[in-house]
């Protein structure tokens, strides 16, 4: 059973930058497993920030980056606002299933 | 604008079926480029893929889940659905639909969830 890792919680400030990571059991991630972050409000559906690594949607603001970094993905904030206090979910392709990461609760203070 | 909605019973029996449905609107499941997918997330946890179909008809499952799940189709009223047999309270969740493209393979659309409970 394929098991991606991410942070179970990360703390940053008002303005601040953190960079959440995630990691494969199979090995380093890469191109070909199509990370994709997924944010997810207190209450509220997830949403789509990022696809393919890097690639934004429409909605994405500027602020969020997506990488690999170390042989992982990376999701990079900068200027963190309040309103990105939000649970994050990494999601990687294996050749034809999708395998969720366990979140990375996120929380600004 | 395309929009996905759940629907399901609510409450359903251990060791019964629970079947949800997605309703498409603003464009046919069934003229292609887009897989449509299942994903369920139990209270307090996190998010699980279950599977998905693509327009014609193909699927594929979560190994954890494949022996009871099935998704499938209903072109005639733009709905794709999910069937899970032999239900256990572990199975208890929000169930969400989510559309990702063929391309790109981002999950780009999502619906709201609906809760389904498997209690006696």
């Known amino acids: 059973q394929t098991v991606v890792t991410q942070e179970p919680s990360l703390t940053v400030s008002p303005g601040g930058t953190v960079t959440l990571t995630c990691a494969s059991s199979?090995?380093?991630?890469?191109?070909?497993?199509?990370p994709n972050w997924i944010q997810q409000k207190p209450g509220q559906a997830p949403r789509a920030l990022i696809y393919?690594?890097?690639h934004k949607h429409s909605w994405t603001p500027d602020r969020f980056s997506g990488s690999l970094l170390g042989g992982k993905a990376a999701l990079t904030l900068s200027r963190v606002q309040p309103e990105d206090e939000a649970e994050y979910y990494c999601?990687?392709?294996?050749?034809?299933?999708?395998?969720f990461g366990g979140g990375t609760k996120l929380t600004v203070l | 604008q395309v929009q996905l909605q759940e629907s399901g019973p609510g409450l359903v029996k251990p060791s019964q079926t629970l079947s949800v449905t997605c309703t498409v609107s603003?464009?046919?499941?069934?003229?292609?480029?887009?897989?449509w997918n299942w994903i369920r997330q139990h209270p307090g946890e996190g998010l699980e893929w279950i599977g998905y179909?693509?327009?014609?008809?193909?699927?594929y499952y979560n190994p954890s889940l494949k022996s009871r799940a099935t998704i499938s189709l209903d072109t005639s009223n733009n709905q794709f659905s999910l069937t899970l047999t032999s239900v256990t309270p572990a199975d208890t969740a929000v169930y969400y639909c989510?559309?990702?493209?063929?391309?790109?393979?981002?999950?780009?659309?999502w619906g709201q969830g609906t809760l389904v409970a498997v209690s006696s």
């Open positions: 179909i693509y327009h014609s008809g193909s699927t």
């Open positions: 989510a559309r990702s493209n063929e391309f790109q393979l981002d999950f780009e659309l």
């Open positions: 199979t090995g380093a991630v890469t191109s070909g497993y199509y």
């Open positions: 999601l990687v392709y294996y050749g034809g299933g999708w395998v």
């Open positions: 603003g464009r046919s499941i069934g003229s292609g480029g887009f897989y």
């Open positions: 393919s690594i890097s």
